[in-house]
DNA sequence: TTAGTTCATTGCAATATTACGATAAAGATT
DNA sequence: AATCTTTATCGTAATATTGCAATGAACTAA
């Protein structure tokens, strides 16, 4: 069917799961580090150093946009996108909740 | 065309893609939390809890186990699937690298 | 043996995602 | 104005994902 049943989990699952997915492709993965990498706007250079089309760089940037984790600020012909801090640590606190859950009782198996 | 190019993506990038990929489903999510929350072994009560069909239940267990983050021991009849703390730990080493990177240089945006 | 329980697999329908050519939009340059 | 540059959007093809009914496999209980 490729219908999620968002309705049957909780919000928290949700948001997690949205989160996820937008990191669940090595193209959005690398967007990401390169912006961290140059730690600052890049306008432009995506598309040269990651190999995919124009396009679908611009789709995936849109993703991003679209889950807060980047901002995109347009400077004359060009747009430049920086990760949106403020958001990237909301997410970090909801991501790291759910990774870093314990597992201190024995296990069975 | 549905098809991710992972041959242009570092090995860690898709490493990461992979790994998040898994959690890009609530249900896999909500899976996850029952296990850490039970922080046992869990032996069926997965398909009442989530309200998804047995099929559907049995295809993401499948997948969480095919990257080994748990890990699942038959005993008689049924099954008893329980979190594989080693592998999680190597996971969540790569997601925090991943998630964790600073935003200390200013930003432009 | 027969029937029941539990979980996996198969097969399929519906929807989502990915990629990109073509084109549009908008500012810059000549 | 005419052209160039840069990014977004549309349309479409290919592939992936999700969900479940039906069925199978394997052990248990009567």
Chains 1, 2 share one sequence.
């Not at 959005?28 to 600052?40: G, P, Y």
């Not at 849109?62 to 889950?67: A, C, G, R, V, Y």
């Not at 640590?89 to 069975?108: G, N, P, R, T, Y």
């Amino acid at each position: 069917m490729g219908l999620t049943k968002t309705e049957m989990f909780s919000e928290l699952q949700n948001e997690i799961a949205l989160y996820a997915k937008v990191f669940g492709h090595p193209a959005r993965v690398a967007i990401l580090q390169h912006l961290f990498k140059i730690n600052t706007c890049v306008c432009g250079d995506l598309v040269d150093e990651i190999g995919l089309a124009q396009p679908t760089i611009s789709q995936h940037l849109k993703e991003l946009k679209h889950l807060g984790l980047i901002k995109g600020n347009v400077e004359g012909t060009s747009v430049c996108y920086c990760v949106d801090s403020k958001n990237w640590a909301k997410m970090k606190e909801v991501m790291f909740q759910f990774l870093d859950q314990d597992l201190s009782k024995e296990q069975c198996c």
